[in-house]
């Protein structure tokens, strides 16, 4: 049986890899087209919407507040595990869309709010961030394969990278199709950041958009979509 299981490996393994790279083809093709079945749904899509520390969240909140609500939903914020502050903010905004009606508050059952571990934290040193990469990764799966996304928004922060990964890495293996929308950060007028230069050159995102018109230049694959602040 040992020769015979060898040689079924043996053949099988080449066959995979082909799959596997035909389905690679298939989405580097279709990546920054949003599949028909989401484009023409009238329903609600699952959306992830990523925050950072800093701008990010505050230009990351601009951009859903110009959100067809009804359509992008439910909600799904996503900070890093020490980022109370993104949160919170998310969850005022949501707060904001409590309907009243006759004397009586009822909250809008739409929006969730996700913590994920960092990659690497502000002066950690590299060595360690090897295990907390790790862990942020596998968070990342994890979180993905839980709310299955179909809309994924961010703009910069490194908590975005695992999270793209890891819905694109889907989208190779058949389990889902998650749209990746990337704002690159007002603050980036000559280059990218790192998050947005390695969305870019691993052509993740299904549409990178810059507020820099010398920025789409740099960047010919870009679309310069204004100033969204």
Same mark, same amino acid.
């Given at each position: 049986?040992?020769?015979?299981?060898?040689?079924?490996?043996?053949?099988?393994?080449?066959?995979?890899?082909?799959?596997?790279?035909?389905?690679?083809?298939?989405?580097?093709?279709?990546?920054?087209?949003?599949?028909?079945?989401?484009?023409?749904?009238?329903?609600?899509?699952?959306?992830?919407?990523?925050?950072? @520390?800093?701008?990010?969240?505050?230009?990351?909140?601009?951009?859903?507040?110009?959100?067809?609500?009804?359509?992008?939903?439910?909600?799904?914020?996503?900070?890093?595990?020490?980022?109370?502050?993104?949160? +919170?903010?998310? +969850?005022?905004?949501? +707060? @904001?869309?409590?309907?009243? !009606?006759?004397?009586? !508050?009822?909250?809008? !059952?739409?929006?969730?709010?996700? +913590?994920?571990?960092? @990659?690497?934290?502000?002066?950690?040193?590299?060595?360690?961030?090897?295990?907390?990469?790790?862990?942020?990764?596998?968070?990342?799966?994890? &979180?993905?394969?839980? &709310?299955?996304?179909?809309?994924?928004?961010?703009?910069?922060?490194?908590?975005?990278?695992?999270?793209?990964?890891?819905?694109?890495?889907?989208?190779? %293996?058949?389990?889902?199709?998650?749209?990746?929308?990337?704002? !690159?950060?007002?603050?980036?007028?000559?280059?990218?950041?790192?998050?947005?230069?390695?969305?870019?050159?691993?052509?993740?995102?299904?549409?990178?958009?810059?507020?820099?018109?010398? %920025?789409?230049?740099?960047?010919?694959?870009?679309?310069?979509?204004?100033?969204?602040?």
């Amino acid at each position: 049986m040992g020769p015979d299981v060898s040689m079924a490996v043996c053949c099988a393994f080449p066959v995979l890899v082909s799959l596997l790279l035909v389905r690679f083809a298939y989405v580097m093709y279709h990546s920054g087209h949003m599949p028909s079945k989401l484009s023409a749904s009238a329903a609600g899509m699952r959306s992830l919407i990523v925050l950072g @520390s800093g701008g990010h969240t505050a230009e990351m909140m601009n951009v859903v507040t110009t959100l067809q609500k009804d359509r992008f939903t439910p909600r799904y914020y996503v900070a890093a595990l020490t980022d109370n502050m993104s949160l +919170q903010k998310a +969850q005022v905004y949501e +707060q @904001s869309l409590v309907r009243v !009606e006759v004397d009586k !508050e009822e909250s809008v !059952e739409n929006a969730q709010f996700v +913590q994920i571990y960092r @990659s690497r934290e502000v002066g950690q040193s590299y060595i360690t961030s090897i295990a907390t990469t790790l862990l942020a990764t596998s968070h990342a799966i994890w &979180i993905i394969i839980r &709310i299955r996304p179909q809309v994924i928004f961010c703009n910069g922060p490194g908590t975005c990278i695992p999270l793209c990964v890891s819905a694109f890495l889907l989208k190779v %293996l058949g389990l889902g199709w998650s749209s990746i929308f990337y704002i !690159e950060s007002i603050a980036r007028v000559k280059k990218l950041s790192l998050s947005g230069l390695l969305l870019y050159k691993l052509r993740i995102a299904d549409q990178f958009f810059v507020q820099w018109p010398q %920025l789409q230049q740099k960047y010919p694959r870009a679309c310069y979509a204004g100033r969204l602040m």
